[in-house]
């Protein structure tokens, strides 16, 4: 844990964050993830891909559940995939929001749709199916798989 606070101390020592972000870190909830043993699948990976822009078109009826024949122009960031020791492709995208009652169904029902575009998009992008896609919420410390 101490390596982690030095860690964040030089990040604003280097000015990669200010003064105000380094008081609302919360240490403890990063030392947990580092811990944890989904953190620990991540790192035997044999791949790791983070912060990964993509563009995708993808029809009108799949992005809004409308009809029509256009396409729509889909682009964002996947926070994370990485590929296990197995060969298989697994998503990861880190969420921050609060839940109340710690009802990770929250989660599950305010993104599921994004994450299916995120998947989609990879998918096409690496020409390879995502083996599993997992909301990691900060807030309640866990992994949910979508």
């Given at each position: 844990k101490q390596e982690l606070t030095i860690f964040i101390d030089e990040l604003l020592s280097k000015k990669i964050i200010t003064e105000k972000q380094r008081k609302n870190i919360n240490e403890y909830k990063i030392y947990n993830f580092?811990?944890?043993?989904?953190?620990?699948?991540?790192?035997?990976?044999?791949q790791i891909n983070r912060e990964k822009p993509f563009c995708t078109k993808i029809s009108a009826k799949e992005a809004m559940d409308i009809d029509g024949e256009e396409d729509v122009l889909v682009q964002g960031i996947i926070d994370l995939y990485y590929v296990d020791s197995e060969g298989r492709v697994v998503l990861v995208d880190y969420k921050t929001d609060?839940?109340?009652?710690?009802?990770?169904?929250?989660?599950?029902?305010?993104?599921?749709?994004?994450?299916?575009?995120?998947?989609?998009?990879?998918?096409?992008?690496?020409?390879?199916?995502?083996?599993?896609?997992?909301?990691?919420?900060?807030?309640?410390?866990?992994?949910?798989?979508?």
């Open positions: 580092l811990k944890s043993d989904f953190a620990k699948q991540i790192r035997t990976a044999v609060y839940v109340e009652d710690n009802n990770e169904l929250e989660l599950v029902n305010k993104y599921k749709v994004q994450l299916d575009l995120y998947k989609s998009a990879l998918e096409k992008a690496i020409n390879k199916s995502v083996y599993k896609t997992y909301i990691y919420s900060i807030y309640l410390g866990k992994q949910i798989e979508i």
